[in-house]
T-cell receptor
């Protein structure tokens, strides 16, 4: 069965430090890959996505992610974290052949930023 | 502004009551989705609709019902059969195969008293 794993439930980093959030997926083929961010009590906002082509994708708010087929991973990175980045982050995958928007989401990683 | 509007944002319900959560969109998207969010469990798909007058069960449809009479609207009813309805509910639309992206509303928090 398809699945998405975010191994880190909670991460704390200092403001200005670098960040990497991990995402691993289990799929029969290369899926669509997404990272979303959610502030408390709010909906989800798309940070970036991978469809095809360059495996390093750039997103909003200075985030980037790299698709590594051999590791079935799509880790999210940011070189310097800002206090406003504190939120919950979700990795999601979609099946290319389904022609639907059915995404499978990871459990989420809560990011706390220390001043 | 284009977007997805969910209402109410907060809702309290007594056990045994049905409640309906509203989701309206003006993005002109065909497909709409309902997800349930619980702490530590990510998002789980309740129902989705790819076109008017058609909808499909997701992974956790038991105790929920939906309708899709208009393209713009996809209301979710949480029935008394849902054993643990307290949760955060998110409505989304799909931008289509060219974007693959889901667009989300602001969510509705349901609390059963």
């Amino acid at each position: 069965a398809q699945s998405v794993t975010q191994p880190d439930i909670h991460i704390t980093v200092s403001e200005g430090a670098s960040l990497e959030l991990r995402c691993n997926y289990s799929y029969g083929a290369t899926p669509y890959l997404f990272w979303y961010v959610q502030s408390p009590g709010q909906g989800l906002q798309l940070l970036l996505k991978y469809f095809s082509g360059d495996t390093l994708v750039q997103g909003i708010k200075g985030f980037e992610a790299e698709f590594k087929r051999s590791q079935s991973s799509f880790n999210l990175r940011k070189p310097s974290v800002h206090w406003s980045d504190a939120a919950e982050y979700f990795c999601a995958v979609g099946l290319r052949s389904s022609n639907t928007g059915k995404l499978i989401f990871g459990q989420g990683t809560t990011l706390q930023v220390k001043p | 502004d284009g977007g997805i509007t969910q209402s109410p944002k907060y809702l309290f319900r007594k056990e045994g009551q049905n409640v309906t959560l509203s989701c309206e969109q003006n993005l002109n998207h065909d497909a709409m989705y309902w997800y349930r969010q619980d702490p530590g469990q990510g998002l789980r798909l309740i129902y989705y609709s790819q076109i008017v007058n058609d909808f499909q069960k997701g992974d956790i449809a038991e105790g929920y019902s939906v309708s899709r009479e208009k393209k713009e609207s996809f209301p979710l009813t949480v029935t008394s059969a849902q054993k643990n309805p307290t949760a955060f509910y998110l409505c989304a639309t799909w931008g289509g195969p060219n974007t693959g992206e889901l667009f989300f509303g602001e969510g509705s928090r349901l609390t059963v008293l």
